[in-house]
Structure formats: structure tokens, C-alpha cells
């Protein structure tokens, strides 16, 4: 995959996470424009609201996990990561226990971090908790992400995308993020793995 590749799904990926909560708040606005009954009104107003601050909390995600926020160098504190991880999944099946040590770590190890959460929110299908602990030397990142769930599974292209397997390339914007993951991981020589276990699955880098 070359790099124009690359750039493309990673977009896509954003419109297609975009794309349902912003086109529930056309349809709630449609609803009150037209719409007179007060109770249906009450309900199209709480589509729009729920709706927007779900967008929102995907882009403040997505511009720090998938996209360049931040000057060269720069460190986030993980508890700020761990809001924007638990905006992301508010409202959902997906319970998450953010137990990150309130430490700062380079950037793109905070990218790692937030992109292994989502896999294994990913590989819960049906829902479950997910659990995130850090190492607490900021000098030396290290994570393990667990999520545990009814029917928890690990997709073999998504197995074969974090491993590095060269047949792995994505075909679709739900492809690309594990391949990203996979790219930060080796960029920083963080050893990223993921293993199934019993009704769940484990993600461990560092």
C-alpha cells in the first residue's frame, strides 16, 4: 500500500465514523422544522444533542489518534487521553476501566494507546468492558488493554494487520485501523501484540 493509499482509507474511515451522528442530527433538525407536536419536538431535540456530542467526541478521538494534533515531540497526559477514549465509547455496549497511571507520554505512544483500545472494543461485537493499565514510568510506555465480552472474537485480518503480515494490506476504511496500529507500533519499536482469550482478547505493547 503506498502512501496515497494509506491517506484515502484513513479519510474514509473518518466519514464513515462521521457519518451516522451527523446524519442523525440532519434528520432531528428535519423533525423540528416540521414537526408541531411538543412531545415530538422534545425527542428530536434530544436526537440532535446526543447525536452532535457524539460526533464531536469522534473527532476529538480521531484528531488525536488517527490525525497530527500536537507540535513535533509533543506529550499528552494519559487522563486527557482517557476522557476522549470514554467520550468515544459513551452510550454504546462497550464499558471501558481507565486505569492509565497520570503520567504524560510522547505522542505517538498516546496514539498507540488510544488506537489498541479501540481493537478491543472492536473484537467485542456484543459488548463488554474493556480495562486499560499503564506502565507509571513515563520514560518507559508500556500498556496491556483486555476486553472481555459475550461472543468476543478476533477477526483474522485484523490478527494478521497488528502482526505485520504482509497479505494483511486493507481493502475497505474498517481495515485501516489496525494497520495503523500496526505502523505507529513500528515506528516506535513498541512491540504491539494481540492474543485471543477466553471470551476476550489482549493487547500489550512496551
Given at each position: 500500500?503506498?502512501?496515497?493509499?494509506?491517506?484515502?482509507?484513513?479519510?474514509?474511515?473518518?466519514?464513515?465514523?462521521?457519518?451516522?451522528?451527523?446524519?442523525?442530527?440532519?434528520?432531528?433538525?428535519?423533525?423540528?422544522?416540521?414537526?408541531?407536536?411538543?412531545?415530538?419536538?422534545?425527542?428530536?431535540?434530544?436526537?440532535?444533542?446526543?447525536?452532535?456530542?457524539?460526533?464531536?467526541?469522534?473527532?476529538?478521538?480521531?484528531r488525536?489518534?488517527?490525525?497530527?494534533?500536537?507540535?513535533a515531540?509533543?506529550?499528552?497526559?494519559?487522563?486527557?487521553?482517557?476522557?476522549?477514549?470514554?467520550?468515544?465509547?459513551?452510550?454504546?455496549?462497550?464499558?471501558?476501566?481507565?486505569q492509565?497511571?497520570?503520567?504524560?507520554?510522547?505522542?505517538d505512544?498516546?496514539?498507540?494507546?488510544?488506537?489498541?483500545?479501540?481493537?478491543?472494543?472492536?473484537?467485542?461485537?456484543?459488548?463488554?468492558?474493556?480495562?486499560?493499565?499503564?506502565?507509571?514510568?513515563?520514560?518507559?510506555?508500556?500498556?496491556?488493554?483486555?476486553?472481555?465480552?459475550?461472543?468476543?472474537?478476533?477477526p483474522?485480518?485484523?490478527?494478521?494487520a497488528v502482526?505485520?503480515?504482509?497479505?494483511?494490506?486493507p481493502?475497505?476504511a474498517?481495515?485501516?485501523?489496525?494497520?495503523?496500529?500496526?505502523?505507529?507500533?513500528?515506528?516506535?519499536?513498541?512491540?504491539?501484540?494481540?492474543?485471543?482469550?477466553?471470551?476476550g482478547?489482549?493487547?500489550?505493547?512496551?
Amino acid at each position: 500500500m503506498n502512501d496515497i493509499e494509506f491517506a484515502a482509507f484513513l479519510v474514509s474511515r473518518v466519514c464513515h465514523d462521521l457519518v451516522g451522528p451527523l446524519g442523525a442530527v440532519v434528520n432531528g433538525l428535519e423533525v423540528l422544522e416540521d414537526e408541531r407536536d411538543a412531545a415530538m419536538r422534545a425527542d428530536a431535540l434530544k436526537l440532535v444533542t446526543s447525536s452532535a456530542e457524539q460526533a464531536l467526541a469522534r473527532l476529538q478521538f480521531m484528531r488525536i489518534a488517527f490525525g497530527a494534533a500536537g507540535s513535533a515531540g509533543a506529550e499528552l497526559d494519559l487522563g486527557e487521553v482517557g476522557r476522549l477514549v470514554t467520550g468515544l465509547v459513551e452510550g454504546t455496549k462497550i464499558a471501558v476501566d481507565w486505569q492509565a497511571a497520570p503520567v504524560h507520554w510522547p505522542k505517538d505512544w498516546a496514539k498507540l494507546l488510544m488506537n489498541a483500545t479501540v481493537l478491543a472494543a472492536d473484537c467485542l461485537p456484543r459488548g463488554g468492558h474493556v480495562t486499560v493499565t499503564t506502565s507509571t514510568d513515563e520514560h518507559a510506555p508500556a500498556f496491556t488493554v483486555t476486553g472481555v465480552g459475550q461472543n468476543a472474537r478476533v477477526p483474522d485480518e485484523v490478527e494478521k494487520a497488528v502482526r505485520g503480515d504482509a497479505t494483511a494490506t486493507p481493502h475497505d476504511a474498517r481495515g485501516i485501523q489496525p494497520y495503523l496500529a500496526h505502523k505507529l507500533s513500528r515506528s516506535l519499536n513498541a512491540g504491539l501484540t494481540l492474543t485471543a482469550k477466553e471470551n476476550g482478547v489482549e493487547l500489550a505493547a512496551g
